[in-house]
């Protein structure tokens, strides 16, 4: 059974910081992985999604990674703004299959 | 494009009472998936359909829960003698079955609190 675990759990910067959040995965055999930001109390929004065979993907100040055979990927957010503060959540689309598991997510606030 | 709507977004009931929810995917997505995510953790799949198929079902969905897309455009979520332990947002998402990797668009959600 896939498992997600995202670290830190919670992270408190200052305006302008470059910061990194993790996501580990145990089943290596994925399709692709998503990073979504949710707001609270609200649904989410797609950020990045990188396919299993790709090691990178960039979207503005946002720039994420993937390491499947180590199980892992880095969301590398640059010059943080109060307006990227909300959760962010990673989840793996596993071959094979067409649901998503997702880690706990990370909630970020980026203080002015 | 109005991407995935849901309705309504909030739900206030009381324990023992039935509820349903609509979701209204992007319009030309195959694919419609129901996820509930409770506070502080991640969402969890509880069913998906392929045009109005059923094709999984988590076992998260008691049989005090419904789903249906009778003709492969909207969904709804039935949930019946609501438990206190349902509260949670659902979620509803929307993808294609081909191309596009799969990528899963989701909607606002509906917070459901039962009393």
């Known amino acids: 059974k896939q498992e997600v675990t995202q670290i830190p759990a919670a992270l408190s910067v200052p305006e302008g910081e470059n910061l990194v959040l993790n996501c580990s995965f145990t089943?290596?055999?994925?399709?692709?992985l998503q990073w979504f930001r949710q707001d609270p109390g609200k649904g989410l929004t797609s950020l990045l999604l990188i396919q299993s065979s790709q090691r990178e993907q960039t979207s503005g100040r946002l720039n994420a990674s993937l390491d499947k055979s180590s199980g892992r990927s880095t969301l590398y957010i640059a010059a943080s703004q109060p307006g990227d503060s909300a959760t962010y959540l990673c989840a793996v689309l596993n071959s094979g299959y067409s649901t998503l598991t997702f880690g706990k997510g990370t909630m970020l606030l980026v203080s002015p | 494009d109005t991407g995935v709507s849901q309705d309504p977004r909030h739900k206030i009931t009381k324990r023992g009472q039935n509820v349903t929810f609509r979701c209204d995917p992007i319009?030309?997505?195959?694919?419609l998936y129901w996820y509930r995510q409770t506070l502080g953790q991640g969402p969890e799949f509880l069913t998906y359909?392929?045009?109005?198929?059923?094709?999984?079902k988590s076992r998260l969905l008691s049989d005090r829960f419904s789903a249906e897309r009778p003709k492969g455009s909207f969904s709804t979520l039935e949930i019946q003698r609501t438990e206190q332990g349902d509260s949670a947002m659902y979620l509803c998402?929307?993808?294609?079955?081909?191309?596009?990797?799969?990528?899963?668009?989701f909607g606002p959600g509906t917070r459901l609190t039962v009393l």
């Open positions: 089943d290596s055999a994925i399709y692709n």
């Open positions: 998402a929307s993808s294609l079955s081909w191309g596009s990797y799969n990528e899963q668009f």
């Open positions: 359909f392929q045009n109005e198929a059923q094709l999984e």
């Open positions: 319009s030309e997505h195959n694919r």
